[in-house]
């Protein structure tokens, strides 16, 4: 037989022990500071959400838009971002490659108003990237700068992983040309050195990958034309391939257009 207990008015979890627990003028306390306790606490989590951001920045500029940019670094989010600002700051620029203690000769200016070239250099040795050819393109130190991390990063593992071999020599169809874009009102990044077209790959066997031979082919070569040129996307601002019109059939066009909105072309 069940027996039901009676309720304990003096119980401590009785309702009339909480009932009175809560005086009506302490109630009113605890709820108006409430709103104020959750501030503070939503205030102290941002603050050290904050602090580690920071410290994590600090610990990975290449993700740091205020941090400076610097070849060594790896890929990160603000890379392009900066690769973008290099080309309207040739000091800051060439300063990078003297950090990294790379041997370059700087070409004297050229051209004039919007064809004026000023941060056109040639690097020497081929410590950063493989031997341009034709040897004497000279692109800004922008496109310099992208070039080197698209060589580390893109072009030389993949030359790896598709041929088991380096990459001897990069073929490009030049750089500066004060011309407007094909088609076109606008002048071309061409006519800043902003821009490179890359033509082909010459590994150290001698083997050429080339756009124009090895886009259509299938096979190993037309898949590492592709995979360069998705890499080079995340460099450049301007990435064009055979699959944006019959203009770029043999050669990649890279540049770096300074855009206030972030986007880039990727074809
Ligand atoms: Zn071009």
Not at 197 to 206: E, I, Q
Request: aromatic share 8%; proline share 6%.
């Amino acid at each position: 037989m069940k027996t039901r207990r009676r309720a304990n008015p003096s119980a401590p979890d009785s309702p009339a022990a909480l009932a009175q627990a809560c005086h009506p003028s302490h109630c009113d306390r605890v709820k108006s500071v409430r709103p104020y306790l959750i501030w503070f606490a939503v205030a102290v989590l941002l603050a050290l959400a904050a602090v580690y951001t920071m410290q994590w920045l600090r610990k990975h500029p290449e993700h740091n838009p205020a941090a400076r940019f610097e070849l060594a670094q790896p890929q990160g989010w603000a890379t392009q971002r900066k690769l973008m600002g290099l080309a309207g700051d040739a000091d800051a620029c060439f300063a990078a490659f003297d950090r990294a203690g790379a041997g370059y000769l700087r070409r004297p200016p050229i051209g004039q108003g919007g064809c004026r070239a000023d941060q056109r250099m040639i690097l020497t040795g081929n410590k950063l990237v493989p031997t341009m050819a034709p040897a004497e393109v000279a692109p800004s130190c922008a496109v310099t700068a992208a070039m080197v991390l698209w060589h580390r990063d893109v072009v030389a593992p993949l030359t790896r992983k598709y041929f088991g071999q380096r990459v001897a020599r990069i073929e490009n169809l030049g750089s500066y040309n004060c011309r407007n874009i094909r088609g076109g009102t606008r002048l071309s990044q061409h006519s800043t050195a902003n821009a490179i077209d890359v033509s082909a790959f010459v590994l150290a066997d001698g083997t050429r990958v080339s756009v124009v031979g090895d886009w259509s082919g299938g096979g190993a070569k037309a898949a590492f034309l592709r995979e360069v040129r998705d890499g080079a996307c995340d460099l450049f601002s301007t990435t064009l391939s055979p699959d944006f019109n019959a203009a770029h059939a043999d050669h990649f066009h890279l540049d770096l257009t300074a855009r206030k909105s972030g986007w880039t072309t990727c074809r």
